[in-house]
């Protein structure tokens, strides 16, 4: 099993950053590509950006390509989500999730059951 642990959501104003990171462990060895997800009240999850486990590549959804960056810490096993430029319509519960699916496999918007494993979400709230 593989359990992933993710922090660093909260409050912030328009405009604002927040970084969120999502802690690997457990049986690692077998991820193949991490994502983020992300789901407002009322809506359905929807896939936010994806990396692949050695991180070299990276994808994202048109609603945060240019203010979300993803990256990865090899000997944390730590996946970011870097958020720039917010908005009140990223108000959002944040699920990282990893998934045994090498990264060609995934597609470029992979949903939600591309992923074997889940944390739990963490708040972001963003206010106009």
């Known amino acids: 099993q593989v359990q992933l642990v993710a922090s660093g959501g909260g409050l912030v104003q328009a405009g604002g950053s927040l970084r969120l990171s999502c802690a690997a462990s457990?049986?690692?060895?077998?991820?193949?590509?991490m994502g983020w997800f992300r789901q407002a009240p009322g809506k359905g999850r929807e896939f936010v950006g994806g990396i692949s486990w050695s991180g070299g590549r990276t994808n994202y959804a048109d609603s945060v390509k240019g203010r979300f960056t993803i990256s990865r810490d090899n000997a944390k096993n730590t996946v970011y989500l870097q958020m720039n430029s917010l908005k009140p319509e990223d108000t959002a519960v944040y699920y990282c999730a990893a998934t045994r699916l090498g990264w060609n496999e995934l597609g470029t918007n992979p949903g939600e059951n591309s992923y074997n494993y889940w944390g739990e979400g963490t708040q972001v709230t963003v206010s106009s």
């Open positions: 457990g049986r690692t060895f077998s991820i193949r590509s």
